[in-house]
Nanobody
Framework: QVRVVESGGGLVQAGGSLRLSCLAS??????MGWYRQAPGKQRELVAR???????NYADSVKGRFTISRDYAKNAAYLQMNSLEPDDTAVYYC?????????WGQGTQVTVSS
């Protein structure tokens, strides 16, 4: 069964850090990444990394967030530093395999001011 499962969300003060983990199973994804959705807003791309190592970040997180992959563990990670209240959202991991996207259940990140 192909799936991804996120973990690592929580409550943190502004300026703090969190590390999100995404464990994949059932396949090695071509692309893994993170989207987020804040209340009343559309889901937006945060960061993604492909099998060739190319990385894309949303402008709002550049210089603060770092995405990485560990192929031995079939996992992806999102290190989030200098967190801001505007980063508060549900963060979703996804993996792309061919034309199919597989989504995790989401993990809540709340940044207090």
């Amino acid at each position: 069964q192909v799936r991804v499962v996120e973990s690592g969300g929580g409550l943190v003060q502004a300026g703090g850090s969190l590390r999100l983990s995404c464990l994949a199973s059932g396949t090695i994804f071509n692309i893994m990444g993170w989207y987020r959705q804040a209340p009343g807003k559309q889901r937006e791309l945060v960061a993604r990394i492909n099998s060739g190592g190319s990385i894309n970040y949303a402008d709002s997180v550049k210089g603060r967030f770092t995405i990485s992959r560990d192929y031995a563990k079939n996992a992806a990670y999102l290190q989030m530093n200098s967190l801001e209240p505007d980063d508060t959202a549900v963060y979703y991991c996804y993996g792309r395999w061919g034309a199919l996207d597989y989504w995790g259940q989401g993990t809540q990140v709340t940044v207090s001011s």
